[in-house]
């Protein structure tokens, strides 16, 4: 897997990039196919269609993992928007609290605004946490699918290993 992150010019946009999980074994289940063909022994059929189901199955899981990878940068994006809104909020807040301690006499307009930006920091608060929560429920199934693919990958080695040296004992 790569991962690249580019900034553009203005140094205000990443963007995460993911290539797709590779299948190296793909092969091995051509190579069980021919001898399936080849040899007159019956469960060796039987291993080449595991290899090729098993080779089915770690492509989806490839493709599901890839997918939660990139929902889980998405969302951690999203969030570290919002905790920057946050901080905007926050800066407001406290320069509109340094010029009423230094007005002496409050004005109400200036508490109204006050008030404002304290609930709408609450309400920016919640979004961002809700999105790192959801950054990381993708990232989890991205490493549960991620595990999968790799789980599919042996399995089909050992089919493989089976087939070429003929040994059911290593089969499935």
């Not at 309400?123 to 599919?152: D, L, Y």
Request: hydrophobic residues 45%; proline residues 1%.
């Amino acid at each position: 897997m790569c991962h690249d992150w580019v900034l553009n010019k203005n140094a205000n946009l990443t963007v995460y990039r993911m290539e797709e999980a590779e299948v190296p074994l793909e092969h091995l289940h051509e190579h069980v196919k021919e001898t399936a063909e080849h040899s007159g022994i019956t469960w060796i059929s039987w291993a080449a269609l595991s290899t090729a189901i098993l080779a089915v199955l770690a492509a989806i899981a490839g493709l599901l993992s890839g997918q939660h990878a990139n929902e889980a940068m998405m969302n951690q994006i999203e969030a570290s928007d919002q905790w920057n809104y946050y901080q905007a909020k926050s800066i407001k807040a406290s320069v509109l609290d340094a010029k009423m301690s230094l007005a002496g006499a409050p004005n109400e307009s200036d508490q109204t605004k006050r008030d404002r930006y304290e609930k709408e920091q609450e309400e920016i608060k919640s979004e961002a946490e809700q999105k790192e929560a959801a950054a990381k429920s993708n990232f989890h199934n991205h490493e549960v699918f991620a595990r999968g693919v790799t789980m599919f990958q042996i399995a089909i080695a050992i089919a493989a290993i089976s087939a070429l040296t003929k040994k059911r004992k290593f089969g499935l």
